[in-house]
């Protein structure tokens, strides 16, 4: 059990699918050798195939105190970056445009902004996803060497590039595909919620480059954060796959998900543009709770009174949205208690 | 030789108590302990070999012909989790050839497996990967190597206590030899389950494979008679990597 619990909630309504968060994990941390196909932070469309392909069907997680079974993801369902025919195209004088070559057949974000019908309309939402740095890590409980640990002094989920000996157990282990293997190193990798930034009381990179200003940061565990509050107070943020058993420490603010377009001041159960049954597959039966309780914040604020929630939601500056405490979580971490 | 069979039952009950080792309470790791002793196993029959180690590197040199195959029968661990795939016994068994040349042990490990598991990784680079504009890249995120190895006792065994076959334990640690048929030799050390870790080392280790087997040769520093040796196998294609492996119980050294 960890003193502290760093956490991100991310806000669905406000993610614009840019990849701006994706450009600026992948430019800190996985811009080396073996890393092409890893995508600590990743963008993926929902309803989706997701990244890597199919990651929710493959497997892993708890069941019943019992980890679940789950095979090896394949380069191929991560997607690696393809090359471009310019030699054919360019220098031996065929007429057709550049293309990628080998045709490829997966990618990151492959379907992205498809989506799926609901009746006749078209929808889909995007899904930032990182390390949810879980309170019950099902790779922790996967590794026979002890290799992953969780920070007893901040609760953040990381992997000793030491002891790993690149088994990959916790690869098939983590029901969110979320730890990926490096074969040039030899070893498994995943995000380490930019510790090294929040130790110099900078927020991690994901949510500082956000443009859309969905990310909020802090301590679980900190009456004063915007985290605490979403998630216990408000309780308008959810995790990814409750049922999965391994207690994520990163929450969505689900879709308001509005009426469709037809039936415009309908509420928003009545005759969800989302079909609610994909929400409740995502995040739960809770998640029902969650919309409603959005609805009215809305329609409160619509009626002229003040939401503090949708206020804090809106989240206009970085001190509303991130409350990093690095003076908390050192003076705790060197107070003469185990690590 | 000995009959396979005898060797193999004999084995059978060390599979037995390594899987009481690792299901049991501490009373059955203590029986187990306690059973782990010279008394139980087969020995080890070491040439004095003419030629240089350098020769008999070579795992398909015409001087391991001259040196009868001991054949060792292979236990197969049982899965770590229930969720695992269940795994076959699919190479019953290793032949293993000892020499000693020179303060050298040199030994040659031949097993039967179909499919070679032996994909070709580049090197991590020493140049750091920042400011370089072409990085290494990962081929596959879901095979494994084949590989083999030796252990014997790190310390001289006492009073014919020798370790765990798991690795070693606290009071007696193990020394490996490890061959990865893509990542090389490496020199390992452990005291127990899950304490591995290589020591920076590597040694001399050549390997061929040829007609659906791998022939492969290891040089070992001076190894004294009498010292217990265990082997193991892991085969790539069967996601073999860890404890989820062939291995043989202790043989004493003649």
Known sequence: MSHHQYAMVMDLNKCLGCQTCTIACKKLWTDRDGTQHMYWNNVETRPGIGYPRQWDQIGGGWKDGQLQPSRQPTLEDYGAPWEFDYEQRLYEGKGKPVMPSPDPVSGPNWDEDVGALNGDENFYFYLPRICNHCTNPACLAACPRQAIYKRTEDGIVVLDQERCEGYRYCVAACPYKKIYFNEITGKSEKCIFCYPRLEKGEVNACAAQCPGRLRFVGLLDDPGSAVHKLVYVYKAALPLFPEKGTEPNVFYVPPFN?????????????????????????????????????????????????SEL???????????RYQVRPQLVQIQAGNGRPL | MRTPWKIIAALGCSFLAAVFVAHGTQAQQKAVKAAATDSVGMSLRVA????????????????????????????????????????????????????????????????????????????LPSAPAEGR???????????????????????????????????????????????????????????GRGTTRRTGETFPARAVYRDQAWHVAMELADVPPGTPLAFAIWNGSQQDRDGRKYFTSWMKLE
């Not at chain 1, 949708?310 to 509303?320: C, F, H, N, P, V």
């Not at chain 2, 699919?90 to 497996?113: H, N, S």
């Open chain 2, 48 to 123: 004095a070999a003419p030629s240089r180690a350098e020769a008999l590197l070579d795992p398909m040199a015409a001087d391991w012909t001259s040196i009868p195959a001991q054949r060792v029968a292979l236990n197969r661990t049982p899965r770590l989790y229930d969720t695992e795939a269940p795994s076959e016994l699919e190479i019953p068994f290793v032949d293993v050839r000892l020499a000693r040349t020179a303060g050298k042990l040199l030994v040659q490990m031949t097993w039967r497996d179909p499919t070679q598991d032996a994909p070709e990784i580049a090197k």
């Open chain 1, 310 to 320: 949708l206020q804090l939601l809106i989240g206009r500056d970085a001190e509303t």
């Open chain 1, 258 to 306: 509005p009426p469709k377009r037809t039936n415009y001041g309908k509420s928003i159960l009545e005759d969800p543009r989302l079909p609610l049954d994909y929400l409740i597959y995502l995040f739960g039966p809770a998640v029902k709770d969650v919309i409603v309780r959005l609805e009215a914040e809305l329609t409160r604020a619509q009626n002229g009174g003040i």
């Open chain 2, 133 to 191: 504009p072409n990085k290494e890249l990962t081929e596959a995120t879901d095979r494994f190597s084949d590989s083999a190895a030796v252990m014997y006792p790190t310390r001289p065994v006492e009073k014919g206590q020798w370790p765990s076959l798991q690795m070693g334990d606290p009071a007696n640690p193990v020394s490996i030899y490890f061959w990865n048929a893509s990542r090389g030799a490496a020199r390992m050390q452990a005291e």
